[in-house]
């Protein structure tokens, strides 16, 4: 009878053990994923990347003297795609395993994910079709201006996504028990603000400081995944 109890007292300090191995791997990959989108905007902040609204002109100046840096900065969006998916298909597992609260969300934040991934995959495509396109141009071709204005939309596209993927993390987190109640809060605020400028995509394209609306919520993602990441690499449930 005590061999039984212990092993199974064994098995019960095994799971919790498990849990919190695979709640705290969750917590490493949202703030690795975080850092390396922040690296990756910062080295475009750094060099003066244009805006979609400067003229073609400074578009093509800064694509063909910063090959080098953009090529570095496009590049990390390789690790960044499996980095999101790794962690929100974790964060859904992490969920259901505290029970049916949070479930839908999470399967929201899986698939907004996922959305996401494939449409900022278009994203760093065209951003290298800019590159290319600018290499031996003296000034603005109707051609690259298609490029840029692809590469722009695509990003305009990707803000929805962005926006419910921050929402269904936000509120799967919450509802399980994983943070706390001002994190759902900035989770919906800023969730919404790449949704609501998503629905100017057009204007986007065109050079709309609008999506300066859509950047504040990425802003607002980057620190609720910071946030969030260091609370569960701190948990000891």
Avoid at 55 to 75: D, Q, S, T
Avoid at 77 to 90: C, D, I, W
Avoid at 102 to 131: C, E, K, N, Q, Y
Avoid at 156 to 167: D, E, K, Q, R, S
Wanted: without cysteine.
């Amino acid at each position: 009878m005590r061999t039984q109890k212990a092993k199974l007292t064994a098995l019960e300090d095994r799971q919790v053990l498990d849990r919190v191995s695979a709640t705290r791997i969750v917590g490493g990959v949202a703030v690795a994923y975080a850092a390396s989108v922040i690296v990756q905007n910062a080295m475009f902040a750094g060099s003066g990347a244009p805006s979609y609204g400067d003229p073609l002109g400074e578009v093509l100046a800064y694509h063909a003297a910063n090959r080098g840096v953009v090529a570095v900065a496009v590049g990390l969006e390789a690790l960044n795609l499996p980095l999101l998916l790794l962690f929100v298909t974790g964060l859904q597992g992490l969920v259901r395993r505290r029970g049916a609260a949070g479930a839908d969300w999470s399967r929201l934040a899986v698939a907004a994910g996922a959305t996401l991934s494939a449409i900022f995959a278009l994203v760093i495509a065209t951003h290298i079709a800019v590159v290319l396109a600018a290499d031996g141009l003296a000034e603005p071709t109707p051609a690259f201006e298609l490029v840029w204005q692809l590469h722009a939309a695509a990003f305009a596209l990707a803000l929805p996504a962005l926006g419910a993927t921050f929402i269904g993390a936000a509120l799967a987190t919450h509802a399980s028990g994983l943070t706390r109640p001002w994190q759902r809060l900035l989770g919906v605020a800023g969730g919404s603000l790449p949704i609501l400028a998503g629905a100017g995509n057009l204007a986007i394209a065109d050079g709309s400081p609008l999506v300066l609306v859509g950047v504040s919520g990425l802003a607002a993602w980057l620190v609720w995944l910071v946030v969030t990441g260091l609370r569960l690499i701190r948990t000891q449930d």
